[in-house]
């Protein structure tokens, strides 16, 4: 499937302006194309809180979603309304915190695929695929079995440290091999391979079995647990990420023919793609040190994007924003009721996803060259 | 004033690429590089378009150092054309022609239908009008090179550089290409292989060989059998068309007395 400017969703809502406003005047239009951006804004925003809340009322124990929102409007001051303690608990303390910091994932890996896509010119980078997660799983293996650093690093200050070298070397590599958008990937997979098998080799040779236990179900993703810090620093990276995304979208459109066009017109390249993957880095490394390795959606979402909204940067960031926002809200929901009690890993979620959208993109760059 | 060249060298990996080269475009006029492969034209082009800096020497526009001004500032009045910019992306031809309004914008959006007549311009100029809406992965090498060079118009440029830009065209595009940079009010500077096309559409010629500038003219001047002989190493017989006054070359087989003889 191809296509154009403007994507299928757009191109009928547009039609649908055009024909609402009776002419084909060119402010009208213009007005009209605004009107839409912000419908469909709004409409996410909106199916993003629906969807929060709705999942909120899913798993083991059942909180209907008129109890949903009593609780929320308790606690936002808003009403003085009696409810179970223990479902209080339940819904503030546990599934609220869970479903942010789900959505935030979503969002900020959504993010991080779309930026190295365009900067790097390759369909198929994201942070996964590029070794980012491997290297955070080193690097939380490394404290968490080895115990380097000390307690004050802990497991997720391991794992941002081990995604921040991992993305840097995955970079040098790439700059260093030319091999082009392909040479990236490349260097991916053998940076993936490397932190793997220095993960497994640790485990191996060092850990116990709970202490394997503990980092495996954290490898494979999971928003066990999540606290409202947590919430806190998540909702706040992916939010300075989305503001610079969204601000350097026209800059990321330049980037289509590579680094000599882009210079061409006026981009500054070298400051442009350090601000970027030095962000991507940093969302990626906050993002994986709190919830684990969760894979694919950073691949998956912008494609998703691009395919609903045409290609244009100023379209495929928030839409990529939104749509992984509702993506993870809904695979965690997914993943917590499927097997319950006991929760499915998020990551084994994503990734059942993930895997065939990853397959198809790659026979459809195979049908075109 | 102008785009001008002064004095320029340039390094890359150990070989010296460009070796004091001197050039002042005459505005509006199309100057032709011409040279064997290696001989320095895409490097300079690089140069004066300010991608890469020289070692010495100095590009000006306007009279202001090129290293001084910012990208964006430049994008505004120089435009260029390089070989081999593909994507992957699923773009349409149209939004490939938009992206050369990027250095006119302005955070806050600007002036969209004047954007917009700009592109429809662009587009019509090169004849690509009817596939606008075409993707990008769609068309031959000789419209996508043509959809580049719409792209170099949007951004409405006072100079434009173009390297080797008849690649890849058959006969008919290449010489309604070569027309109408030549007719565009705009000073153009083409790397070009083919010497009749340069003979036909350039006001001057400017040869490389091995980075240095060999010479520099109107074609007349500086097409003859001598010069391509030591230029190229083949052997050439140069006529004028009576019809149009410039010099045609025509090839001859087997190699030039001197190169023989050496």
């Known amino acids: 499937m191809v296509v154009g400017e403007r994507g299928p969703v757009l191109s009928a809502l547009t039609a649908a302006a055009d024909v609402a406003a009776g002419s084909s005047y060119e402010p009208g239009r213009r007005w009209s194309r605004h009107a839409i951006a912000a419908v469909l804004v709004l409409g996410g925003v909106v199916a993003l809180a629906l969807s929060v809340g709705v999942a909120i009322t899913l798993g083991p124990a059942d909180v209907s979603l008129v109890n949903v929102r009593d609780i929320l409007l308790n606690h936002l001051g808003l009403a003085e309304i009696p409810v179970r303690v223990s479902e209080d608990a339940i819904v503030w303390q546990e599934r609220l915190p869970r479903a942010l910091v789900a959505a935030a994932c979503g969002a900020g890996l959504g993010l991080c695929g779309a930026i190295l896509q365009s900067l790097l010119r390759n369909p198929l980078a994201d942070p996964f695929v590029l070794g980012v997660s491997s290297g955070a799983s080193t690097g939380a293996v490394a404290i968490g079995v080895l115990g380097l650093g000390g307690s004050a690093l802990g497991l997720s200050g391991g794992a941002f440290v081990g995604a921040l070298v991992a993305f840097g070397l995955v970079l040098l590599l790439a700059r260093f091999a030319s091999g082009g958008t392909s ?87 070298a400051r442009t793609r350090i601000l970027l993957l030095v962000l991507t880095a940093l969302l990626t490394a906050t993002l994986v040190s709190i919830a684990g390795a969760i894979g694919f959606v950073g691949l998956v979402l912008p494609h998703a994007a691009r395919l609903l909204f045409g290609q244009r940067h100023s379209r495929v960031i928030p839409a990529t924003i939104v749509l992984g926002a509702l993506f993870m809200v809904w695979v965690d929901a997914a993943s917590r009721v499927a097997f319950a009690p006991t929760p499915l890993p998020v990551g084994v979620g994503t990734a059942l996803v993930g895997v065939p959208v990853f397959v198809l993109l790659l026979l459809r760059r195979r049908g075109r060259a | 004033m102008t785009l001008e060249a002064q004095r320029l060298s340039w390094r890359r990996g150990g070989t010296l690429v460009v070796d004091g080269v001197t050039l002042r475009p005459e505005p509006g006029s199309t100057v032709g ?184 003219g109107t074609p007349a001047e500086v097409l003859t059998s001598e010069l391509i002989a030591e230029v190229y190493g083949v052997r050439a017989h140069v006529t004028c068309d009576d019809h149009s006054g410039r010099p045609t070359v025509v090839f001859r087989t087997g190699l030039p007395q001197r190169v023989a003889a050496r």
Request: glycine residues 8%; charged residues 20%.
């Open chain 2, 33 to 216: 590089l011409l040279g064997p492969n290696g001989s320095g034209k895409s490097s300079l082009l690089r140069l004066l378009q300010g991608m890469s800096r020289p070692d010495s020497g100095t590009v000006m526009l306007d009279g202001v150092d090129l290293a001084q001004l910012h990208r964006r500032e430049v994008a505004r009045a120089v435009a260029s054309v390089t070989q081999h910019a593909d994507t992957d992306v699923d773009i349409v031809v149209r939004d490939v022609v938009r992206l050369g309004r990027t250095p006119h914008r302005s955070a806050f959006g600007g002036e969209l239908a004047r954007d917009e007549r700009i592109i429809a311009e662009a587009l019509e100029h090169v004849g690509l009008t009817a596939k606008a809406d075409r993707l990008w992965h769609t068309l031959s090498g000789g419209e996508r090179q043509r959809v580049h060079i719409a792209r170099a118009l949007a951004q409405e440029p006072r100079e434009l550089l173009l390297d080797e830009p008849t690649n890849h065209l058959d006969i008919r595009h290449q010489l309604e290409l070569l027309e109408l940079v030549a007719a565009l009010p705009v000073t153009a500077v083409v790397a070009l292989h083919d010497l009749n096309l340069a003979a036909m559409f350039c006001d001057t010629v400017v040869v490389l060989r091995r980075g240095r500038v060999v010479a520099a």
């Open chain 1, 183 to 269: 040479g990236v990937v490349l260097a991916g997979v053998a940076s993936t391979q490397l932190f793997s098998a220095l993960t497994s080799l640790v485990m191996f040779a060092f850990a116990d079995s709970d202490e394997a236990r503990g980092v495996m179900f954290w490898l494979l993703g999971s928003l066990e647990g999540m606290r409202w810090d947590d919430v806190a620093l998540s909702t706040t990276v992916v939010g300075i990420g989305a503001i610079v995304c969204v601000a350097s979208a026209r800059t990321l459109d330049a980037f289509a023919f590579g680094e000599d066009v882009a210079a061409s017109l006026g981009i500054p390249v």
